[in-house]
Every structure is written in C-alpha cells, then in structure tokens.
C-alpha cells in the first residue's frame, strides 16, 4: 500500500510546522524510524521556508500566494516535492554553482541535500515558479514490520 497527500498552503511562515506536523504524523503512523522522520521533516521544513521567502511577490510579479507540498510514502522510499509559482531559481539549482554552509544564500537547500539521498532542485517547465523535491530509503521502527505498517 502506498500513502501519499498534497498541500496547497498559503505563504505564510505558519504554514511550515503545519506541513511538518502532517508529515511527522503520517511517518509515524506508518512505523517510520523517527531519526528518518526527522531527516525528512528538517529537509521538509527548509524547502517550506523557501517557498514561503521566495516564492513571489505578488504585488510585483503576479506570483501565487500559495505553494504545494505533496509527499509519497511508497514501498521503502518517501519522496517530496515543493513548489512555488515564484522567480524559479534562475540556473542555480541545476548545478552551475555549488551549494555550500558558508554560502550567503542557499543554506536550506544544501542541508536538503545533506539530510536526503536524492534532491532535485529546478524550475517548473514553462509555468515559472521553482520545484524542490527529495527523497529518502525509509527504515522502519524496530517494533513495526515495514508490511504492515504503510
């Protein structure tokens, strides 16, 4: 069985525990391991703020005043994906430049890629607006089986 849900949140900084609290909550209903869980909901957590910070002004740009979470728990991987109808990152997510801590901008996404195993980071083709997505192999909790947990 698989489980999967999407958002659409309003950019607003109170969106971001929201998304990570529903994301927490499906993880552990399904028996993930909580250190996996919590990789997932920082990585999680970052690429909302993002989207809250720079996904458009809408009094300038026409940007939405929303952004999309959507999250996929299938067999042993949970994948998710944010979107924005924002500025897009202008080539920066599509390795011209790498990300690093010390970098002045961009933190969030290098500790996005720290924390999963795989990360894209891009633009919506022809729409404008960046997409963010990530994924990890789950582990699950010593007392749940993984086939009977999702």
């Known amino acids: 069985m698989s489980i999967w849900w999407s958002l659409h949140l309003r950019r607003e900084a ?8 529903l ?16 990789d997932l909901s920082i990585a999680l957590s970052e690429a909302c703020a993002n989207a ?3 996904g458009g002004d809408t009094a300038l740009d026409g940007g939405s005043e929303a952004y999309r979470v959507t999250a996929y ?10 979107a924005d109808s924002g500025p897009g990152f202008g080539g920066m997510g599509r390795g011209s430049r790498p990300m690093s801590m010390e970098a002045e901008n961009g933190r ?8 999963a195993d795989h990360v894209h980071i891009g633009n919506k083709p022809g729409q404008g607006g ?4 990530f994924d990890k192999i789950l582990k699950w909790r010593k007392d749940v089986s ?5």
């Open 130 to 133: 960046a997409v963010v997505s």
């Open 23 to 38: 994301l927490l909550g499906t993880m552990e209903s399904a028996g993930v391991d909580p250190d996996v869980s919590y």
């Open 52 to 54: 809250v910070e720079h």
């Open 146 to 150: 993984p086939l009977m947990a999702v």
């Open 108 to 115: 969030g996404l290098y500790l996005i890629q720290e924390l």
């Open 14 to 21: 109170a969106s971001v525990p929201l998304a990570r609290r």
């Open 73 to 82: 728990l299938d067999g042993e991987t949970c994948r998710i994906e944010v």
